[in-house]
C-alpha cells in the first residue's frame, strides 16, 4: 500500500492494458477479492453475460417512469416559470442538489466506486454513495457493474452503450447509436453488467449492500427534501411544489442528461489525442456541467486517474473536489498520471 500504488500502477503499465486494469482491482485495492483480481485479468467474454437477458416489464416501467417523469416535469417548469411561479430558492435548491448529486455520480459512483482512483474514511464513501443514487442513475452496484463492463468492452461488442456498434451505416446509423448510447441501452437487459461479476467486492461492504438497496427511499427523500423546503421557505402548497419541480424533477433532468451525454456525444464528436482501441472523445463544452466527466477520452486512456482534465485549461471540478478532500485529509493514494506518461501516449498516437 502507499502512494506509489496508484502512479507507479498506472504510469509503467504498456498502453494497450487499459481495459483490464480500468478498476485497479489487480494492484490490490483494499476491498478485493482474490476473484475479482481474476477478473479483471481475464475479461468475462460478452456472449456468456447476454444470459441475463430481457429486464421485466415491472423493471422497465420503472426506468421509463425515471426518464419520462423528470421530463414532463421540466415542461411543467417551463410552464410555470411563463406564469411567473418560480422563486429564487427553487433555482438555488435547483443547483445545490445539481452539484451535489452529480458530484454524487462523478466523485462517487465513478471516480471512486468504479475506477478506485482514491481511497477514503467509511463516511465519505456512503456520502457519495447516498448522494450519487439521489442522481437516479439506478442503485450504485449496478451503475458500477456496467461502467466497468463499458471499460472492459469499450466500442466493441459486449458494451452496454456503444454509439458505434450494432447500429448501422450512414446517417441513420449514427442517430440509431446515438440514440442508443444516450439512453436506448438504459431499457435494454442484455447489455447490463453482471453486478456479482463486474463489482464483487462492493457485496462485501454491508454500508454499500445496504445503500444499494435503499435506492428507492433514497430517491424519494431527494423529493420530499425540495419539497418540504419549499413549503417552509414559501409558507404554501404552491411554493412546495414548484421546490419539488425545481429541486427535485428538473435537477434530475438535467443531470440525466449530461450524464448520458458522456455516453453519446463523448464517444461520437469532439477531439482525441492519445492512443486508445476505443472511439472516445474530450468535449470542452459539457466540461462544466459534467463537472470534468467530458474529458473523456483522457478518462479512457488513463481509467484510474483521478483527474480527468489533464491540461491546465481542462477544467474538473471533479478532481478540485478530490484535491479538496485531499487537502482535509479525507483522501490519500490519488492516482495521478505523471506528465512523461502522457507524453508516451501521445507519441505514440503519433507514430
Ligand atoms: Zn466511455
Ligand atoms: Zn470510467
Given at each position: 500500500m502507499g502512494n506509489s500504488q496508484g502512479p507507479t500502477a498506472t504510469t509503467t503499465?504498456?498502453?494497450?492494458?487499459s481495459r483490464e486494469h480500468a478498476y485497479g482491482a489487480a494492484t490490490g485495492g483494499r476491498n478485493h477479492h482474490p476473484s475479482s483480481v481474476r477478473q479483471s485479468q481475464k475479461p468475462p467474454s460478452p456472449a456468456r453475460e447476454h444470459e441475463d437477458g430481457q429486464l421485466p416489464l415491472a423493471h422497465k416501467l420503472t426506468i421509463l417512469g425515471g426518464v419520462i417523469v423528470p421530463f414532463a416535469g421540466t415542461i411543467a417548469a417551463v410552464v410555470l416559470l411563463w406564469n411567473q411561479f418560480v422563486f429564487a430558492h427553487d433555482l438555488v435548491m435547483l443547483a445545490v442538489g445539481y452539484v451535489l448529486s452529480a458530484l454524487g455520480i462523478t466523485v462517487g459512483f465513478h471516480r471512486y466506486f468504479t475506477h478506485r482512483s482514491f481511497e477514503t474514511k467509511p463516511f465519505v464513501r456512503y456520502t457519495l454513495a447516498v448522494l450519487g443514487s439521489a442522481a437516479v442513475q439506478g442503485p450504485v452496484i449496478g451503475w458500477v457493474a456496467d461502467h466497468r463492463r463499458h471499460h472492459a468492452h469499450s466500442d466493441q461488442d459486449?458494451?452496454?452503450?456503444?454509439?458505434?456498434?450494432?447500429?448501422?451505416?450512414g446517417l441513420r446509423g449514427a442517430l440509431k447509436g446515438l440514440y442508443w448510447a444516450h439512453m436506448?441501452?438504459?431499457?435494454?437487459?442484455?447489455?447490463?453488467?453482471?453486478r456479482q461479476r463486474y463489482a464483487p467486492e462492493l457485496f462485501e461492504d454491508r454500508g454499500i449492500v445496504l445503500i444499494d438497496r435503499l435506492f428507492v427511499p433514497i430517491v424519494a427523500a431527494s423529493l420530499v427534501l425540495p419539497f418540504g423546503l419549499g413549503w417552509l421557505i414559501g409558507g404554501s402548497l404552491t411554493s412546495a411544489l414548484t421546490g419539488l419541480v425545481w429541486g427535485g424533477l428538473v435537477r434530475i433532468f438535467f443531470l440525466h442528461h449530461i450524464t448520458w451525454s458522456i455516453n453519446s456525444v463523448c464517444h461520437f464528436f469532439g477531439r482525441r489525442r492519445f492512443e486508445t482501441e476505443d472511439r472516445s472523445t474530450n468535449v470542452f463544452w459539457l466540461a462544466l456541467p459534467s463537472m470534468g466527466e467530458s474529458w473523456h477520452h483522457n478518462h479512457h486512456a488513463?481509467?484510474?486517474?483521478?483527474?480527468?482534465?489533464?491540461?491546465?485549461?481542462?477544467?474538473d471540478v471533479s478532481a478540485l473536489v478530490i484535491k479538496g478532500l485531499e487537502r482535509l485529509g479525507l483522501a490519500w493514494n490519488v492516482v495521478r498520471v505523471q506528465p512523461e506518461r502522457q507524453r508516451q501516449r501521445l507519441a505514440a498516437n503519433e507514430t
Amino acid at each position: 500500500m502507499g502512494n506509489s500504488q496508484g502512479p507507479t500502477a498506472t504510469t509503467t503499465r504498456p498502453s494497450s492494458d487499459s481495459r483490464e486494469h480500468a478498476y485497479g482491482a489487480a494492484t490490490g485495492g483494499r476491498n478485493h477479492h482474490p476473484s475479482s483480481v481474476r477478473q479483471s485479468q481475464k475479461p468475462p467474454s460478452p456472449a456468456r453475460e447476454h444470459e441475463d437477458g430481457q429486464l421485466p416489464l415491472a423493471h422497465k416501467l420503472t426506468i421509463l417512469g425515471g426518464v419520462i417523469v423528470p421530463f414532463a416535469g421540466t415542461i411543467a417548469a417551463v410552464v410555470l416559470l411563463w406564469n411567473q411561479f418560480v422563486f429564487a430558492h427553487d433555482l438555488v435548491m435547483l443547483a445545490v442538489g445539481y452539484v451535489l448529486s452529480a458530484l454524487g455520480i462523478t466523485v462517487g459512483f465513478h471516480r471512486y466506486f468504479t475506477h478506485r482512483s482514491f481511497e477514503t474514511k467509511p463516511f465519505v464513501r456512503y456520502t457519495l454513495a447516498v448522494l450519487g443514487s439521489a442522481a437516479v442513475q439506478g442503485p450504485v452496484i449496478g451503475w458500477v457493474a456496467d461502467h466497468r463492463r463499458h471499460h472492459a468492452h469499450s466500442d466493441q461488442d459486449g458494451d452496454p452503450h456503444s454509439p458505434h456498434v450494432g447500429h448501422g451505416r450512414g446517417l441513420r446509423g449514427a442517430l440509431k447509436g446515438l440514440y442508443w448510447a444516450h439512453m436506448g441501452w438504459l431499457f435494454d437487459g442484455s447489455t447490463r453488467g453482471n453486478r456479482q461479476r463486474y463489482a464483487p467486492e462492493l457485496f462485501e461492504d454491508r454500508g454499500i449492500v445496504l445503500i444499494d438497496r435503499l435506492f428507492v427511499p433514497i430517491v424519494a427523500a431527494s423529493l420530499v427534501l425540495p419539497f418540504g423546503l419549499g413549503w417552509l421557505i414559501g409558507g404554501s402548497l404552491t411554493s412546495a411544489l414548484t421546490g419539488l419541480v425545481w429541486g427535485g424533477l428538473v435537477r434530475i433532468f438535467f443531470l440525466h442528461h449530461i450524464t448520458w451525454s458522456i455516453n453519446s456525444v463523448c464517444h461520437f464528436f469532439g477531439r482525441r489525442r492519445f492512443e486508445t482501441e476505443d472511439r472516445s472523445t474530450n468535449v470542452f463544452w459539457l466540461a462544466l456541467p459534467s463537472m470534468g466527466e467530458s474529458w473523456h477520452h483522457n478518462h479512457h486512456a488513463f481509467p484510474r486517474s483521478a483527474e480527468h482534465g489533464l491540461r491546465w485549461w481542462e477544467i474538473d471540478v471533479s478532481a478540485l473536489v478530490i484535491k479538496g478532500l485531499e487537502r482535509l485529509g479525507l483522501a490519500w493514494n490519488v492516482v495521478r498520471v505523471q506528465p512523461e506518461r502522457q507524453r508516451q501516449r501521445l507519441a505514440a498516437n503519433e507514430t
